[in-house]
């Protein structure tokens, strides 16, 4: 898989697919995220969201590789406070594919 620029669709619905740091996960278990990045090159999600109309609820494929390991999950967009990344996405792990 390369950039998180590409589109996918679920349920008829375009999904921005976007790559997940999930090792860089904060928050609580409840309460969730990572840092999440888009484009090519890849940029966090905060610096694009603008150019992107992002808006609440908006369906997501978040990836994540490393040399071991490629998965993808889908998730929906929610926008959070003003103290670090405004937007994060909730992952539906039920959705959860292994690439490799």
């Given at each position: 898989?390369?950039?998180?620029?590409?589109l996918k669709t679920r349920k008829g619905i375009m999904a921005?697919?976007?790559y997940a740091d999930f090792n860089s996960g904060t928050g609580t278990d409840e309460d969730p995220y990572w840092?999440?990045?888009?484009?090519?090159?890849?940029?966090?999600?905060?610096?694009?969201?603008?150019?992107?109309?992002?808006c609440e609820g908006m369906p997501?494929?978040?990836y994540y590789e490393d040399?071991?390991?490629e998965f993808e999950v889908?998730?929906?967009?929610?926008k959070r406070g003003t103290i670090g990344p405004q937007w994060h996405a909730c992952?539906?792990?039920d959705t959860m594919r292994r690439i490799r």
């Open positions: 898989m390369g950039s998180g620029d590409s921005l697919r976007m840092c999440l990045r888009y484009g090519s090159p890849l940029r966090p999600l905060d610096e694009v969201a603008a150019e992107l109309n992002l997501e494929l978040l040399r071991s390991e889908s998730a929906v967009l929610v992952a539906d792990w």
